[in-house]
């Protein structure tokens, strides 16, 4: 077999399951090799029934109870059963998988694993694995990858088609030496993928890790080494010397400048007159007051004569950002325009014809400012907020746009300054440091399940002081299906524990952006009390109405990213509240999380996330949902980030066949893609 055989090849997969495969773009035995596990789970011994934590994963022993029974709830099928084992009983449910019900029979035992809920008074796992008992003994200890499924397609099917391709793997092509590999302690690729596939033990599996992190983070190196070549020590067109006007119009803003603020704009201001094309990082933390710099940049900008755009992530950010723009700039006669992707055809006509007449000076809004139609006279500079849902090459096509324009980029991502000037190489960078005075922190607790009703109790009361709360749900990602039932589950009971008087929705990935930006927009105007969503729906929201986070298993995300959603809130005068709710009572959880509680500066808490990963985070917590590596990530694999920038500076570009080398790695194009 060779890696770039169809999976149809290998013995025992059939078309069924080849079109099982082709929906998790798995087509070659090279896909299915390159396609990484997104978790391992160690199996422990069954326990009592009577024994069960809720909401701890765990494994039982039972006999099947009762006959199974599929039902049609909602837009799913429930497949049902009750098991017992002589301590107690539970119910099991699974969704959309009717077959179960040829599979299982009254009367048969199996050890079934997953996390057990409390349900309208009854214990019930969903979606739990199943196991016949000699297999499962064979399990018990061992190290299992748990693979990202499609209906239909189990783990165990998943892991059966790898296992029969292990003679492919030594056909994975290494591009570092031996010599290198011993000196810099790197395995070699082939063994890498074996053992992310099948870990030998947790020591091995990180080394493993480590060293497809490395080259992750060596590609992206190479990539961005080109980028820079090809974009720095651009000769200056647009010279930019604005200072005195931007100081009027910093001293007619409603508040004195930061420390912080007041350095950004000077090195902005710096870099747009000298000799050199601008191209700078602005980083500092959510709520520390970037936009500020940026209009002051478009500002300058602006009264030189030049055009200039601010493209952000979402739609709804962008009307914001416009409409606290467009009455600043309008006292100077700068003409600003709004572009989104629900603007109208005839709205959008006219807009491309002014900014081609230059009747627009300053253009905001979404990726619809990048699209070909949009022709601009003179381009003179091009901010993009929120710069990690971005990539490098949508950052490049706005500034084709221009005959070189000025690019500053903005970001609230907190990563270490070494880390960044990497990630960042094409970029100068400028730290904000500080929050603006006068903010009240925001009073954290991160308490257990059993402290819910009290949090709703609390979120009742703010509602009834005219605030707005956000909720973000527990997340499961077993299936689609079960986390979409989830959050419409979850909202209708938040909607009947706080009553009809409060207003809930809810946002969830598998809205259109329509319906997404429609929600948001009804809750910007306090037409909803309470949203409830599944993940970061929206960076750089600014509602300084919401006094609440309320986040449900806060130990499945990153510090950093749960820092990110406290920052939706305490953006006003009002004092703010973060609720962290703790399902898993082990105090490694509850440690983590106390970072939180402690301390609201979002560098100190990467780099404390860090630190206190468990022994068992092989993936580390994603701190994104937006991804830009597979497996490397910046907080955990620092020391590969490094160690690739530096064999690069030493070596140069080791990768022979280019090509080759991104399609055998079924490699994104990673300067497409988001930073972080
Ligand atoms: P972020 O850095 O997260 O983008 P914003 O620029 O949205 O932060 O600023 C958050 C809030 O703080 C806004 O309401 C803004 O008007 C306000 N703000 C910004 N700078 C200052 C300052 N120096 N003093 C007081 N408030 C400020
Ligand atoms: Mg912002």
Redesign the pocket.
Known sequence: MKLNNNIIEIKGIGEKTTALFAKLNIYTINDLIHTMPRNYLSYNAPIDICDIEIEQRCAIFGTISSYIETKNVRNFKLTTCSVKDGTGTIRLNWFNSPYLKNVFHKGERYIFVGTVKYKNNMMVMDMPEYYRQDVYQNMLKEMQPVYSLTEGLSNKVFQKSIIKCMDVFNQLDDFLTEDLRQKYNLMPVCEAFKNIHFPSDEETLKEAIKRIAFDEFYKFIVDMDDFKNDNNKLENNHRITQGKNVMNFIDELP????KG?SEAIEDVLADMGSEGVMNRLIQ?????????VAEACLFACAMEGYQGALMAPTEVLAKQHFAEIEPLFNKYGIKTACLVGSTSLKEKRHIYEMLKNKEIDVIVGTHAIIEDKVVFNDLGLVVT?EQHRFGVNQRKKIASKGNSPHVLV?S?TPIPRTLAMIMYADLDISV?SEM???RKPIKNCVVGTDYRNTAYRFIKSQVELGNQAYVICPMVDESDTMDLSNVVEYTDMLQSALGNEVKVSMLHGQMKASEKNEIMEKYLRKEIDVLVSTTVIEV?I?N?NSTVMMVENAERFGLATLHQLR?RVG??SKQSYCIFICTKRNSDSLERLKVLENSNDGFYIASEDLKLRGPGDFWGIRQSGDVLFRIADIYNHADMLRLAQDIYQKYGNLISDYEEYNKINKNIDLLSKPVL
């Open positions: 508040f004195k400048l930061t603020q500092g933390d959510v709520g520390s007051g970037k936009t500020v907020d903005m609230a904000i603006p005075k006068g750089g600014n300084p920052g953006r006003g």
